[in-house]
């Protein structure tokens, strides 16, 4: 008995000293940093460069620090400032920070965008500490009409020619119509930008241009036909395509013949 009470007294003896080992919980002092700013005046946003497949948008923001911006659907809920911070909003389409140092910053959204649609672009202000705008500050941007590609464009394209003829493509300038036919289609007069025609390639067998007809419903523009080689060589044209932020629009293209090709159409301004 007398040995039971020895081991408890022991045990208990033992369990005091490692409690009175153990470090203290730390102390929190943690205050809300925001409450040692003064508010700027706050966030002006303007809209740049708006396209059927992109739009820029101005962030005038005094001070340093860091910009965060979300753009969502139109109308969908407006984000609190954490949202932005973290890039997570509802109706998200795109999201980004960049850095505020007193002058504008122009910031552009490219992201699978349709023509007349509203988006909508909320930015915060930000620093090490806190947050330096009380609430997230909006516009609101409509994407311009697809119809507004239609017109002439010089190209240049560079790429690799098919083994009947070897070597590269450097340069070559072409000329390309784009016919906007009121339906949500647009005809390309020549999807090889002048390289089918050109007597120098397919041209001195006789070959014309290759139009084809795209559906364009956002900026992509994709298609897969034949060309006029079908019937005797199963040749077939691939083609791929954005409409840029600058309005210009970049192409790659291959055909069954082997030809590999990256073009940039720049519309004609006169």
């Not at 190209?155 to 300038?173: A, I, P």
């Not at 390309?176 to 005809?187: A, P």
């Not at 409409?243 to 192409?251: E, H, K």
Request: with cysteine.
């Amino acid at each position: 008995m007398k040995n039971t009470i020895y081991k408890i007294g022991f045990l208990l003896l033992a369990f005091t000293i490692v409690l009175s080992c153990e470090s203290p919980e730390g102390e929190t002092n943690y205050k809300d940093a925001t409450a040692t700013y003064e508010y700027p005046a706050g966030i002006t946003l303007g809209s740049g460069i708006i396209t059927n497949s992109s739009f820029q948008f101005t962030a005038n923001i005094a001070g340093t620090g860091e910009g965060y911006y979300v753009a969502v659907e139109g109308g969908s809920d407006a984000p609190s400032n954490n949202d932005v911070f973290d890039g997570d909003a509802s109706g998200l389409i795109a999201s980004g920070s960049f850095d505020v140092t007193g002058s504008p910053a122009t910031i552009t959204v490219n992201d699978g965008l349709c023509d007349n649609t509203t988006y909508d672009i909320y930015v915060v202000h930000f620093t090490s500490d806190a947050f330096l705008s009380e609430t997230t500050t909006l516009q609101s941007i409509t994407t311009n009409d697809n119809g507004s590609i239609a017109g002439t464009y010089d190209t240049v394209t560079n790429g690799d020619l098919s083994g009947n003829f070897g070597g590269s493509v450097v340069d070559y300038e072409g000329v390309v119509t784009i016919t906007d036919n009121g339906d949500g289609t647009f005809t390309f007069d020549d999807t090889t930008g002048g390289i089918y025609p050109d007597p120098n390639y397919y041209g001195s067998f006789g070959s014309p241009a290759v139009p084809f007809t795209f559906e364009i419903p956002c900026n992509e523009i994709s298609g897969a036909f034949t060309s006029p080689f079908w019937n005797c060589c199963d040749d077939w044209i691939g083609f791929d395509g954005i409409i840029n932020a600058d309005g210009t629009i970049s192409v790659h293209w291959e055909s069954a013949f082997g030809e590999v090709m990256d073009v940039i159409y720049t519309k004609q301004t006169s």
